[in-house]
């Protein structure tokens, strides 16, 4: 890290973003970052795939929505901190004209993200929590960029696993979905341990009990249950490394993901 660190930024207390950005070999983290990160790679050794997975994934699924789908404005929520392939530069690719509202809770993506929206087109971060979403909809900021009249993608990529129960969670995306147009997608990952053997299974469990994981990873049938009401798209609710891959690209395992990605739209 450099020598100065964002105000109101917690550096012995781990952050996901900062694990994330670890994990994808970035240098934004401390060592709090890093011990978490360590830790769940003893348990998930493959957790480095799952994160350039998941990456490729949302690059994947914005192109889509932005190219073929005819959306022209996201709202990003725990999109982590700036790497390559962000929503913005996906959808703008695209369509110059896409406009993209970020989401964050950890003071550093704020501070790098104003360098990095500078001359970025249409794009603003508002700092705030996925477990408050009526204060991300009411933010100005966000009323000011995007159109909630119109459709809208909505990204909520690795983030809903930081929610503690499946119900929560399903409040959560329900509250998100009920102030979009029809029309509106939704673009959604999620950890699972369906793929896991039974040790690497009840080692998952043994660390949330113990406190230091923070991820509560779901079946295929709960993660399911967040797209109530929508249509998915083909290929449906797949490991994130099996929708709509790049042929040419080596193919990791289900197991070695242990994600689930699915993209679907809310109908007319």
């Known amino acids: 890290m450099g020598e100065s660190t964002p105000a109101g930024l917690d550096t012995s207390t781990m952050h996901p973003a900062r694990r994330y950005n670890y994990w994808l070999g970035g240098k934004d983290h401390f060592a709090a970052d890093r011990a978490s990160g360590d830790l769940i790679e003893k348990f998930h050794p493959t957790i480095r795939t799952t994160a350039r997975e998941n990456r490729a994934f949302l690059r994947r699924a914005v192109h889509h929505l932005a190219a073929d789908a005819g959306i022209d404005q996201f709202l990003d929520i725990g999109t982590g901190l700036p790497t390559a392939d962000n929503t913005h530069e996906v959808a703008q690719r695209a369509n110059p004209d896409a406009r993209v509202v970020y989401v964050d809770n950890d003071p550093m993506v704020m501070a790098h993200a104003r360098a990095l929206l500078d001359g970025a087109g249409a794009t603003c971060y508002i700092e705030q929590d996925l477990r408050n979403p009526g204060a991300i909809l009411a933010d100005p900021q966000l009323t000011d960029t995007i159109d909630l009249s119109r459709p809208v993608g909505l990204t909520l990529v690795a983030v809903l696993h930081f929610i503690p129960t499946h119900q929560q969670a ?91 990605g699915g993209v679907a739209r809310l109908g007319d």
């Not at 469990?205 to 994981?213: K, N």
């Open 170 to 260: 399903r409040d959560i995306v329900g509250e998100l979905l009920a102030a979009l147009a029809p029309g509106s997608h939704l673009i959604l990952t999620h950890g699972t341990t369906d793929f896991a053997t039974p040790h690497e299974r009840a080692y998952a469990e043994q660390l949330l009990r113990g406190g230091p994981a923070d991820a509560y990873p779901r079946s295929h049938d709960q993660i399911a249950e967040y797209f109530t009401g929508l249509h998915l798209i083909e290929p449906g609710l797949v490991p994130v490394s099996d929708w709509r891959p790049n042929p040419d690209a080596p193919r990791p395992s289900a197991h070695d993901v242990a994600l689930y």
